[in-house]
């Protein structure tokens, strides 16, 4: 044991092996906070600290009604010498666990304690411990308490030095971009001495600890927070864990009376939990990552209700949702659905859900907050988009949006260059462009349109402004999980089903009937990325407008379909190179889809009907073109 006190900023140097009086007579308290080293004598033992322990936890606040754990424990894996840590977790954190059964655990607990505290080195397996002697000390026995105390100030003091250099990171973008090898550099900057400086507050050194890591976590929330509060897109894919790590330190500064926000980064911090909640689908995953997990709805209903937002509209779906996942009351019907023949609920522009943000190359499309609603979001920061379309809460394409071109036979490369041209979010529908030009052509135009009351959407590619004289074109909508496809018979029209979730599929760029001759196709095709609806066509005008319509509608969904290319006019004249435009009628649908693919401030005619605009998406009424999304 050596003799120098024991403190945050130096390593403990052997203090684990020493006796628990040697021990405790070796920690420098806060003068001014002695805490649980004014209540123990020279003669205590681990029991006597884990009593003291015990009774401190017991002035914790608590919030009511939440699932009390530390969500970044679910999202990463403890190491697989922490194995029977992690075991023990999972037991204390089962609320049914009986008394026998808490007493195996902690004689488990005992054990591993005696023989792995160098496994507390690792940050996750440190914030295990946390965990147990926080939120499960009521659990165990107060010897075993005083045990894990020992062990985890020794572990914390041990790597303070290596939290104090995390802590001072400047630049979080690179770890928050590459989490999957990053992750321990983010805990061990932010969460875990901002943990560990409450949890031992009284122990010299301890609130520099924490205030070094409260600025860390500041920096941390910019980091993957742009434009007020949305989330950027390069995070998506780890958002869970991130979203999990700000919830576990708001939550011990709940419980230990300290405020982690103060107001810039909270109303950060709030608007991010809004935008995030407009992701949640009805399994309760969020509609932007590419891995699949139904824990987002649980984390951000905890994280609201932390944010002292529960009763917010946009808490909504994650209440409900969270709730039915969890098995604790069955999932309410809300009165925004759509199914059968229900009249939709009109929506007031404020109440609006959608979003969208430059800076985060972000586009998030959702009829309402209903835990059941349908959206369509859009990550556009790589190479390809990412796309996911949900129809009244399920998920039917899920995954990169490919497409492919060819220029007179040469393949074109994406790069990630792509930005957003177009927003229009409205009571009635939200619609999306986006675009990516190469240098010398072509340009490429994405829409993604979602109507709020309908049930429908429009996914399309536009191509234009090249000199090519041959392009060849396909897209790629990835499948979701459990879709299946059917073609229906002697049409072009595909029918997906996912539970008792049924959509039609309407290629529009295509001859309806199967039997007239084309040189495009459409169909599924699988690779190593998975299963995806492909549309391919060629062009010999340099240029092409192939939109897409999926329908999920109850109504519509036995109907016969009819979809027809239209003849347009300019001066009266016939110029199919400069612009194209399709009907598509169905039950009570009856569509005018137009894009104009060559720039002029000349009108173009069809269906009667006179436009100069760049696209039309409308209703077509007893003669009438109704522009549901018009864009100069």
């Not at 971009?177 to 550099?185: P, S």
């Not at 982690?260 to 995953?285: I, M």
């Not at 809460?393 to 490369?413: H, I, K, M, Y």
């Not at 536009?462 to 990835?478: C, Q």
Request: aromatic fraction near 8%.
């Amino acid at each position: 044991m050596t003799d120098t006190a024991l403190r945050f900023g130096a390593p403990a140097n052997g203090a684990a092996e020493a006796s628990d009086a040697d021990f405790i007579a070796a920690v420098h308290w806060r003068s001014s906070n002695p805490g649980i080293g004014s209540e123990l004598g020279a003669d205590s033992d681990v029991r006597a600290i884990g009593m003291c322990w015990k009774h401190h936890c017991l002035s914790l606040a608590a919030p009511d009604g939440l699932m009390l754990q530390f969500r970044t424990l679910d999202e990463l894996p403890l190491e697989e010498s922490a194995g029977t840590l992690s075991l023990c977790l999972a037991a204390l954190r089962d609320p049914s666990l009986k008394k026998n059964q808490k007493a195996a655990t902690a004689e488990l607990l005992d054990e591993w304690l005696a023989g792995n505290a160098e496994a507390l080195v690792d940050p996750l397996a440190l914030l295990a411990c946390c965990e147990l002697l926080i939120l499960r000390a009521d659990a165990l026995p107060a010897a075993t308490v005083g045990r894990l105390w020992r062990a985890t100030l020794c572990a914390a003091l041990d790597l303070s030095e290596s939290f104090e250099k995390a802590s001072g990171t400047d630049d979080w973008d690179e770890p928050a971009v590459d989490i999957d090898d990053r992750h321990a550099e983010w805990i061990s900057g932010g969460l875990v001495p901002w943990v560990c400086g409450l949890l031992f507050d009284e122990v010299k050194g301890a609130p520099k600890l924490a205030r070094a890591a409260r600025a860390a976590l500041h920096d941390q929330l910019v980091s993957i927070a742009v434009d007020g509060g949305c989330p950027d897109g390069t995070v998506l894919d780890g958002l869970p864990f991130f979203l999990s790590v700000f919830h576990d330190a708001v939550l011990v500064g709940e419980l230990f009376e300290r405020r982690l926000w103060k107001s810039p980064p909270e109303r950060t911090w709030t608007t991010l939990l809004e935008k995030c909640s407009a992701f949640v689908a009805n399994d309760g995953h969020l509609a932007i990552e590419a891995v699949d997990s139904n824990r987002g709805a649980g984390l951000l209903a905890s994280a609201a209700a932390l944010a002292d937002d529960g009763a917010a509209v946009w808490t909504t779906p994650l209440t409900s949702v969270a709730r039915s996942i969890s098995g604790r009351k069955k999932q309410k019907k809300l009165s925004g659905t759509v199914a059968g023949n229900s009249k939709p609920k009109k929506i007031r522009k404020q109440d609006i859900p959608s979003w969208q943000s430059d800076d985060a190359d972000v586009a998030c499309l959702r009829t309402t907050w209903d835990a059941d609603a349908s959206l369509a979001t859009v990550a556009h920061h790589g190479d390809l988009p990412f796309l996911e379309l949900v129809a009244n809460g399920v998920s039917l394409f899920r995954g990169e949006w490919g497409v492919t071109v060819a220029e007179d036979g040469e393949w074109l490369e994406f790069e990630s260059a792509w930005e957003n041209v177009c927003w229009y979010s409205e009571p009635t529908v939200d619609y999306c462009e986006i675009q990516f030009e190469f240098e010398g052509g072509p340009r490429i135009c994405r829409h993604v349109m979602l109507s709020r009351q309908r049930q429908f959407a429009i996914i399309s590619d536009v191509l234009s402004e090249t000199s090519a004289k041959e392009l060849l074109w396909e897209t790629r909508l990835p499948l979701a999980a459990g879709v299946t496809v059917r073609a229906v018979p002697g049409t072009r029209e595909h029918v997906l089903k996912v539970g008792s979730e049924t959509a039609r599929v309407f290629p529009l760029i295509l001859p309806q009937d199967s039997g007239e001759g084309t040189a495009g196709s459409f169909g599924v095709v699988d690779d190593e990325s998975g299963s995806s609806l492909a549309l391919r066509h060629p062009s010999t005008t340099g240029a092409l407008f192939a939109p897409i319509v999926i329908d999920w509608s109850r109504e519509n969904r036995k109907s016969e379909a009819e979809w027809k290319k239209l003849t347009i006019t300019t001066a009266g004249e016939i110029d199919p190179a400069s612009s194209t435009a399709y009907r598509l009628q169905y039950g009570k649908q009856h569509l005018m889809l137009y894009r104009s693919l060559v720039a002029t401030r000349r009108y173009r005619a069809m269906l009667g009907y006179q436009t100069d605009s760049e696209t039309v998406l409308a209703d077509f009424k007893n003669g009438e073109v109704d522009e549901i999304v018009m864009v100069e």
